[in-house]
């Protein structure tokens, strides 16, 4: 079937989510698709940071830590994550990096497996979340073990103590499913840390139902809480009693009695470092809330409609130049963005760049872009795929100075 621009018109109209759209800041003109490397800013964001700024900082001082409720800014905001993620309140703290967080977890996860030496994970992840094993390794009697990716589950076995994944594959967008992956490597013994970095906001996420023991994930993609926001961290509540190795004041129990001597808080607070960085927790917490505004099984559904037709629209109106969809074809396997491989492929992002289309490039040849279904319209696909089509069908790629920068890439 041809798509035509009614047909797109008809898909704008219908869209349950379309009011989302007035309330982030979107320049006129941009097709903005890599909002799963860093989400759109909610305008509601400037007044609280304008607040946070003036009044709680310039004029409540340190006061603001109770008067402001600086203090509990980790488990309120980690408890409004938890609604997006499947998880109990008290289960979430927010702040630190992802990168901070799969250290805590891995360790947390490490101690209660005395014996179990082996750190599982696949040679595809996200690199921080290799490199954060590869680290942890070195400092201890342990072995970083990674396997290609379809052949995890047959390298659980009684040696492993903590398996690593991503839900949602950075590069491909491939799910995997976590109920699944969870029971196996339960069968084993092993326990598991879940990425959901391009999971939380994107796809609808049940970690109790899935029995999951530790997850993290980041707060800039699709929660939309700026550049480098805190992340989040979960612990199933019958895993708190478990000795991540990371143990600042924020995570004694009577962090105020300033004692000498660490002694663990009780619950999800044990897992909590230093003090909260309370300006990237002020601009988290408004995509938080935004995000609770909207339902999840919506948002899902219109994440898979626009996926779709950016892959129909591709191969109507690009098809003969080249592109190979890298993603898995059915949607129920595929997160909220699409991604082609082309040998041009830097050097077509940056030529979609001069024409306002923010997607991104993954080495070697892989154009990536960012279906985020609060913000993006039926349209703005089909704008950004015409764009597209003019760069192929003027071969803009055959630039110089992209030439030149793609061979460096």
Request: hydrophobic letters at 45%; charged letters at 25%.
């Amino acid at each position: 079937m041809t798509i035509t621009p009614g047909t797109i018109a008809q898909m704008d109209a219908a869209d349950p989510l379309a009011r989302f759209r007035d309330e982030f800041a979107i320049r006129e003109g941009l097709i903005y698709l890599d909002g799963n490397s860093l989400g759109m800013m909610p305008k509601r964001t400037v007044a609280r940071m304008n607040r946070t700024i003036t009044e709680e900082w310039a004029d409540g001082l340190i006061t603001s830590w109770l008067g402001a409720d600086w203090v509990n800014s980790a488990a309120r905001i980690g408890d409004k994550i938890g609604q997006i993620i499947g998880a109990e309140a008290g289960e979430v703290i927010a702040g630190d990096s992802t990168s901070i967080n799969i250290f805590k977890a891995l360790t947390a996860a490490l101690s209660l497996q005395e014996g179990r030496r082996v750190l599982l994970t696949e040679t595809t992840n996200f690199p921080t979340d290799n490199y954060m094993m590869q680290g942890l390794a070195r400092f201890g009697d342990l072995e970083c073990r990674e396997v290609g990716p379809d052949a995890v589950l047959d390298a659980l076995d009684g040696s492993v103590a903590v398996l690593l994944l991503t839900q949602v594959h950075y590069k491909t967008a491939r799910i995997r499913d976590m109920a699944e992956v969870t029971a196996r490597a339960h069968e084993k013994g092993v326990l598991v840390v879940w990425d959901l970095s391009h999971s939380a906001g994107a796809i609808e996420v049940d970690l109790n139902g899935a029995n999951a023991d530790f997850a993290v994930g980041c707060g800039y993609k699709f929660l939309n809480g700026g550049p480098g926001a805190p992340a989040y961290l979960f612990a199933a509540k019958r895993h708190h009693h478990a000795n991540p190795v990371l143990t600042g004041w924020f995570g004694h129990a009577r962090p105020f009695d300033f004692d000498g001597a660490f002694e663990p808080a009780t619950g999800i607070d044990r897992f909590q470092c230093g003090t909260p960085p309370v300006l990237g927790m002020s601009a988290l917490e408004e995509g938080v809330d935004l995000m609770l505004e909207a339902d999840m099984g919506a948002l899902r559904q219109k994440s898979i409609a626009l996926s779709e037709l950016f892959v129909d629209l591709m191969g109507q109106c690009c098809g003969e130049y080249g592109f190979e969809f890298i993603c898995p074809k059915d949607s129920d396997e595929r997160g909220s963005q699409v991604a082609f491989a082309h040998d041009q492929a830097y050097a077509i992002i940056q030529a979609l760049k001069a024409r306002d289309v923010i997607g991104d490039f993954r080495a070697p040849n892989i154009m990536r872009f960012g279906i985020t279904p609060l913000y993006l319209s039926f349209s703005d696909i089909a704008e950004g795929v015409e764009r597209l089509r003019m760069i192929c069908e003027q071969r803009e790629w055959d630039w110089k100075e992209y030439r030149t920068r793609a061979a460096v890439t």
